[in-house]
Nanobody, 124 residues
């Protein structure tokens, strides 16, 4: 069973940057995604990456709210997926979760494996 551990969250001022990491215990799936959940709100899709058997990225997707500011990437040698977050705004404040599965998508129900989450707080 794959275990995911997120890190890199914290408190940052508006306009600042953070890089989240998601370390996987083993690379067995092709789809990795980041979701976030603010207090009182549903978990929402942030970004997703999928790569093929050859190890190259076959797709990248972002929500409209983060497109152009966030970048999802991976280091296959470290079994780690990253989320670089730039130009952070107070509305980005949430707990950020990493997820993976054989085939994922843009909804949380499509993923069976989740990390514990890392808090990101953006002050105005």
């Amino acid at each position: 069973q794959v275990q995911l551990v997120e890190s890199g969250g914290g408190l940052v001022q508006a306009g600042g940057s953070l890089r989240l990491s998601c370390a996987a215990s083993a690379h067995t799936f092709s789809d990795y995604a980041w979701f976030r959940q603010a207090p009182g709100k549903e978990r929402e899709f942030v970004a997703r990456t999928r790569w093929n058997d050859g190890g190259s990225i076959s797709s990248l997707e972002y929500s409209d709210s983060v497109k152009g500011r966030f970048t999802i990437s991976r280091d296959s040698a470290k079994n780690t997926v990253y989320l670089q977050m730039n130009s952070l705004q107070p509305e980005d404040t949430a707990v950020y979760f990493c997820a993976t599965d054989v085939v994922g998508g843009r909804t949380a129900s499509e993923y069976d494996y989740w990390g514990q989450g890392t808090q990101v707080t953006v002050s105005s």
